[in-house]
């Protein structure tokens, strides 16, 4: 079980696979954890929680986390970004606790998360919704390259 800090270390943990990748293909591209903005023409992934959900059939108090990625940037940057995170990001199905550690190794405030001894390893999966719809409902802004992730199960402690 993750204490509070679980979701916040989820996302970060994603954000360093996802990084990890564009170092070793697109150099340069950074990451960015927050509500999509307008396309500023430099290449970059944002990476939004969208929703928080419960997840009603598994143990304890399981949490499955849905992100937006969209890239951003000139072409074919963006779409060169999205390739290699897709690639990286199906290559790495389950979350081990070593990948977390390495994630949250510079990231005093999410010391303690305990996301890395819960029981249930987290998977990182593409979910089939439509980023498009997102988009148009969410945000003010134009519409860039994006594909929606879920992590679970984040099972959160009682307390």
């Not at 059939?57 to 290699?84: K, M, T, V, W």
């Not at 790495?92 to 303690?112: F, K, Q, R, S």
């Amino acid at each position: 079980m993750t204490t509070y800090k679980g979701i916040a270390a989820a996302t970060r943990v994603l954000s360093h696979i996802a990084g990890t990748a564009l170092d070793e293909s697109v150099p340069g591209v950074p990451v960015t954890i927050a509500t999509p903005g307008p396309d500023d023409g430099e290449g970059r992934l944002n990476i939004f929680l969208v929703e928080v959900s419960v997840q009603p059939n598994a143990p304890g108090h399981s949490l499955a986390l849905r992100y937006l990625l969209s890239f951003f940037g000139p072409h074919p940057q963006a779409e060169l970004a999205a390739g290699a995170v897709e690639s990286a990001l199906h290559e790495h199905p389950v979350v081990t606790p070593a990948d977390i550690e390495d994630a949250l190794a510079n990231e005093p405030e999410l010391e303690g998360s305990q996301l890395e001894s819960q029981a249930s390893p987290v998977k990182i999966t593409r979910d089939s919704g439509s980023p498009a719809e997102l988009w148009r409902g969410l945000f003010d802004v134009p519409y860039a390259l994006s594909t929606l992730y879920s992590m679970s199960p984040i099972v959160m402690s009682p307390s």
